[in-house]
């Protein structure tokens, strides 16, 4: 009978991932409709690189954009974003190009052809993993008969799959962390499927990290269970932090936080006097993470002059290294420059960084709201870690843990290293990096670390009310997102104007 009842527990968790996915990609899918191209957060550049590895054109340098990406660019952007509400006639847009005669807007359209293939591209440089996605789904679109501001929206369309990856694989994680908690594992899927994180409608490479590093998230849990690791698991392991590399640089601290978890298994292993037998399984693990590392830091070595074609980047936005005397001068250090890095990170890191007519496309008090709940909920995590009694959900716990303070840190000194010169963001006014899109790889891991604390919280209650104050947060965010962005629908170069 028990094992009847813990079956049917099992299906009906299931069934209701599967609609918690169904609603993550309904989510998904219309504000991704709803988003005019190209946006404030480099659209343009990324979808570039899509483009040309369609073609399997990998760029060697800095190079201009590319005239097919440009032939979209120009009739289909919006300028939406950054341009100000003020200087707009009667405070509205123009009438999109492709509505109007072609005679008409053909001098309008060669102008900007001529700007814009005076632009670099500063995202060149980046790893080819999610380029390489991006561009067999922008051939597919192609054969599949997609033309114009269709093909445009096919292209944004691939980060519907890419969530729904993050969702079930936000479950599978949660599964293992919370065993006995029915709530918490389901509570890490549903913040995915209605989490208003602005990447999740974008063009960008930042929305494959969680499904990469979700992958090796769950692996480094099984690998860190077993006494002796299989051949084909440190195989998968190595391929799947391999794929994390090879998304976004971005990532280099949760890898770097797992080579050492990694290291601490090594090391027990070799304690257990297992190591001989563990040996081929350890090498298959180190092959299958360097090769595809080196291969890509050979390539930029070659290409850019470095070995992650971060200087020729650095170099073109003009950014400068600060001396190290000047580090300790840095605003970070203060108790409200510290804040302002630390709570926008968090702020964008739920409600994203776009901008409408130049000004933040934000609530105000729904930044304050998700600054406080997140930093009380990890604190509870932080709590719960201390209290545990189960080894394998405080281990996962510490390790994303652990993840979130690396990254933050990274950043941190980033902010600190350079001077931003005349940089639109970063800025000497604003010289910090408050991104919250860049801790998207580590959107499970945190995730994990919030339902744990919400779980711990709650842990008088029961089952029923827990779900209904978890029912309750959702919705607040489905509206606070409904109520930012309505006007956005109504925008005529969107894709439910085409």
Known sequence: MKTSAATNIRRSEFRLVCLISLLAALHVFIFTAAFPFFNSVDEQLHFDLAVRYSRA???????????????????????????????????????????????????????SVAQWQNVVSTESTQPPLYYAIAGAWWNTGKLLGLTGGHLLYWLRFLNVPLVVASVWLGWLAARKVFPESPFARLTVPAIIAFMPQTA???????????????????????????EIPAGRLAASLGLALAATFLTKISTLPMLAVSALFLAGKILQIHRQGNLRAAIFP????????????????????????????????????????????????????????????????????????????????????LDVFYKLLTLLLLALALGRIFKSRQGKSRTALFFSLTCLAATFVFFALLSVKY??????????????????RLFLGLLIPILVLLASGLDFALQKFSEKTKFLLLGIWLAFMLAGEIVLDSRIFACEYNWFHL
Not at 209 to 215: D, E
Request: aromatic letters at 16%; a neutral charge.
């Open 419 to 436: 001077d931003f010169q005349d940089c639109f963001y970063p800025s000497r006014a604003h010289p910090y990096f408050t991104s919250g």
């Open 57 to 111: 054109q990998i760029p060697r340098g800095l190079e201009p954009l590319s005239p097919e990406a440009i032939r979209y660019i120009v009739p289909f952007s919006s300028h939406a974003y950054l341009t100000d509400g003020a200087n707009l006639p009667d405070g509205k847009l123009p009438p999109p190009l492709w509505t109007q005669p072609a005679e008409s807007v053909r001098p309008q359209i060669a102008a």
């Open 200 to 226: 999740f409608y974008s063009i960008n490479n930042d929305i494959l990290a969680p499904v990469v590093f979700g992958v090796a998230f769950l692996l480094l849990l099984k690998f860190g269970e077993v």
């Open 282 to 365: 350890l090498i298959a693990l180190v092959f299958f993470t360097l090769l595809p590392v080196l291969a890509w830091m050979l390539w930029c070595q070659a290409n850019y002059g470095d070995f992650t074609g971060s200087a020729v980047k650095i170099q073109q936005l003009g950014w400068t290294a600060r001396p190290l005397a000047e580090w300790a001068q840095h605003p970070i250090f203060s108790a409200r420059g510290f804040w302002i890095f630390a709570g926008n990170n968090l702020a964008t890191f739920w409600q994203g960084e776009f901008w409408w007519l130049r000004r933040p496309l934000a609530l105000p008090a």
